[in-house]
């Protein structure tokens, strides 16, 4: 694991494509990467940028989730960890995790389709945790679908339930909760601004999210709620495997100019400054982290 706060160059810092060629099934396993992907497990170090706080987070058992959740529980945060059920494993990994950091976890498997699981889960955080002051809508289900000709109803009903109604489920229900200095943060995607031809469905998505992130921004900062958004690059977790084809692994973040994939340990800073108070004035921003990049 790469020391994450030495200065140094980082097109070398972590892992360079070519990767192993390697497939899975969704929703995909970490420990079955190759490389192993870095969430932080033993480099991020906490400085009390949130104490604390209570936070959800979705998609939290793997990926950018999984350092999101080790990153605020170093920074003194208790959270609440939404994931699909057969994820329950990577999911009490985590757990574990933040317990070791003296903080409370909340272990709440559903799948987010279903407009009562997030209200449920909204539900428990909030009565497990004793209340709720951060939500990461972090989840996120990435089909590709080569061809117009190819394209199925049934896709793009997958995306939009898993990708965007949940922005509106979860937040609805967590906002009679949230009091002022609270922070909703959503997770775009290079995709919604310069999208891959055969991720239209996916991409279409996360522009929606970003959109979404700047709308809400605006009905929520009334309340002193402030909603912004990351928009990661290519980052190495069990999406990818799951759902991109081997010839795209192996080449796997050589289209950025930093030349490699980002791991998802840094995605946490980003996520941490946006949940946390020295973000006071940032207000329906999506912060691209993505090797070079751009967006917008
Ligand atoms: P990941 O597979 O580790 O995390 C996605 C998580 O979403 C899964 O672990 C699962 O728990 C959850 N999920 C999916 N469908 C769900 C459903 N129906 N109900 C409940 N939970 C569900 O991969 P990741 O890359 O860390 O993905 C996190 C977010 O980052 C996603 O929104 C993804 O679109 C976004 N993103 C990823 C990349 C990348 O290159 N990995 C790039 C840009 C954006
Ligand atoms: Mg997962």
């Given amino acids: 694991?790469?020391?994450?706060?030495?200065?140094?160059?980082?097109?070398?810092?972590?892992?360079?494509?070519?990767?192993?060629?390697?497939?899975?099934?969704?929703?995909?396993?970490?420990?079955?990467?190759?490389?192993?992907?870095?969430?932080?497990?033993?480099t991020y170090i906490g400085k009390g940028r949130l104490p604390e706080r209570k936070a959800l987070i979705t998609g939290a058992d793997s990926?950018?989730?999984?350092?999101?959740?080790?990153?605020?529980?170093?920074?003194?945060?208790?959270v609440a960890l939404s994931y699909l059920a057969e994820e329950q494993k990577q999911a009490e990994e985590v757990a574990d995790l933040v317990r070791a950091e003296?903080?409370?976890?909340?272990?709440?498997?559903?799948?987010?389709?279903?407009?009562?699981?997030?209200?449920?889960?909204?539900?428990?955080?909030?009565?497990?945790?004793?209340?709720?002051?951060i939500l990461v809508i972090n989840a996120g289900t990435m089909p590709t679908v080569d061809s117009i000709d190819d394209f199925e109803t049934k896709t793009l009903d997958h995306v939009v339930k898993a990708n965007i109604y949940p922005l509106f489920w979860l937040t609805k229900a967590a906002s009679p909760h949230l009091k002022p200095?609270?922070?909703?943060?959503?997770?775009?995607?290079?995709?919604?601004?310069?999208?891959s031809p055969s991720l239209a469905e996916y991409a279409t998505s996360k522009a929606g999210i970003a959109n979404w992130t700047r709308a809400m921004s605006q009905q929520l900062i009334e309340r002193g709620i402030r909603v912004n958004g990351v928009a990661p690059g290519p980052i190495w977790t069990p999406l990818q495997p799951a759902f991109v084809p081997n010839e795209k692994i192996e080449e796997f973040g050589s289209q950025t100019p930093m030349g490699r994939a980002g791991q998802p340990v840094e995605l946490a800073p980003a996520?941490?400054?946006l949940a946390s108070q020295e973000s006071s004035y940032v207000v329906g921003e999506t912060i691209a982290v993505t090797g070079g990049m751009p967006v917008h």
């Fill in 1 to 42: 694991m790469a020391d994450m706060y030495t200065p140094q160059d980082p097109t070398t810092q972590f892992p360079r494509p070519p990767f192993p060629p390697q497939q899975q099934d969704g929703p995909g396993d970490i420990h079955k990467m190759d490389p192993a992907p870095d969430h932080g497990e033993k």
């Fill in 63 to 78: 990926g950018i989730g999984r350092a999101v959740a080790i990153a605020y529980a170093r920074e003194g945060a208790d």
């Fill in 102 to 133: 003296g903080r409370t976890a909340v272990l709440l498997p559903g799948d987010l389709q279903q407009e009562s699981t997030n209200a449920e889960v909204v539900e428990k955080a909030v009565a497990e945790l004793g209340g709720l002051d």
């Fill in 181 to 195: 200095g609270a922070s909703i943060i959503t997770t775009s995607s290079v995709q919604g601004f310069n999208p």
């Fill in 271 to 273: 996520f941490v400054f």
